[in-house]
């Protein structure tokens, strides 16, 4: 089957080269700057262009899967949490003790506190698969349902659905390709999301957050939402989720105390990746702190004082900016969160994709005529060209979040505007 969609492949797609890409898209770029800023009408077919050609390389991409990972045409990451459940079953470390479960010449390294590694049920692969991909369909929805209902936008689940592919020169494809987990712990988040911001149900959300904290730590920076939201900290609810946190990991070191030594020393200390660049341990300073620090844990600091400037800037523009909205305010807490997190990965980009959608159509219903709006536009549709999913290494998402995020500050940020006057 694999050699048949292969040789098929060659006659229903062409291949672009990087070249060819990057042409079509600078001259998208200046056919961007000599007509669309001419007419706002121009927008709808425009942004067809990126639109249509992302959603080509996409499909063109799902059909050679074989000819990019050989060992794993599907949901290897989701094949090394069921294999991490195996081990653990058989009495084996789930962190270096599952190699011959897993395909050929894959490495594959789970880095999740042991006791979740149990949800991963021990049934044959096969219906794991089919369980997976009910998941995610289930999931996306919830996410476009969710979403759209906290940041209002207005477009259908057709659309959404291809502007999540193509959006970040289709990260969205790579974490779906993947079996990545973070379909279920992003698609919950932003279900309890909108139960605190639309139904105005916190409990649920804090309960989530410390869940979610202990199964992977970043999301404890979550916390952000309800302190913007609501403009206020809630210490009991912010307690809470942190016990749950404590709760959770104390119970999993009484079980599983023999692994975390391999956890912390074997894995997490030495195979974690930095994620998408640019890394702060790139810049010339690191080279004071090299000795006493690894790259992602200088990127980590680094990161977290950037999120603290915001967060000291921004908190005091939500309390005392009456024009923003809720919309405004949670696309706010998204992109800090983007650019605060130690590794930004491509599924984490599930979580602002629906932030940008909201983007885009602010751009064209409410303030096109701004030049940092026609911006905003232009970035948006530079990154959906692609000759076929971008990676880790060729990725440039992190650019056009930060790019993003200073524009719509300049838009809406009082105190930002009287300085750009």
Known sequence: MNEIINFMSRFIFFQL???YTYTFAVLFCIIFIVFLCKDKKNLNILFLIPLITSLYAGINYAFRFSNVHKTALLYWDIKGLHCANLALDSGLSPYNGMADCMFPNLPMLVAYQPIFLNFFWNISYLTFEII???TTISFIYIIY???????DFKSNILFFVIFLLGAYQGASWVTFQSGNIAIITYGLSVLFLYRLIVKEKQLGFFILIGILTA??????????YPVFIKKRIDIKYHVLSFL????????????YSHLYSELINDVISVQLDQGLKPYPSELPIYQYFEPILSGLKFNTIFKGLIFLILFFFLYREIKNNKELTTSDIFIIATFMIMIGL???KLYDLLLIIPCTLKFLENCYFQSFNKFSSKSIFLIIASSFFFYEPAWW???????????LFILFLLQKATFLRRFSN
Do not use: E, G, M
């Open 132 to 134: 997976w991909l009910i």
């Open 17 to 19: 080269s990087d070249f």
């Open 244 to 255: 749950v946190f404590i709760s959770i990991t104390a119970l999993s070191f009484y079980f």
């Open 215 to 224: 199964f992977k730590y970043h999301f404890i920076l979550l916390l952000l």
């Open 145 to 151: 349902f969710c979403s759209k209902r906290i940041l």
């Open 393 to 403: 290494w060729s990725n440039y998402a992190f650019y056009y979040i930060i790019l």
């Open 342 to 344: 130690p590794r930004l």
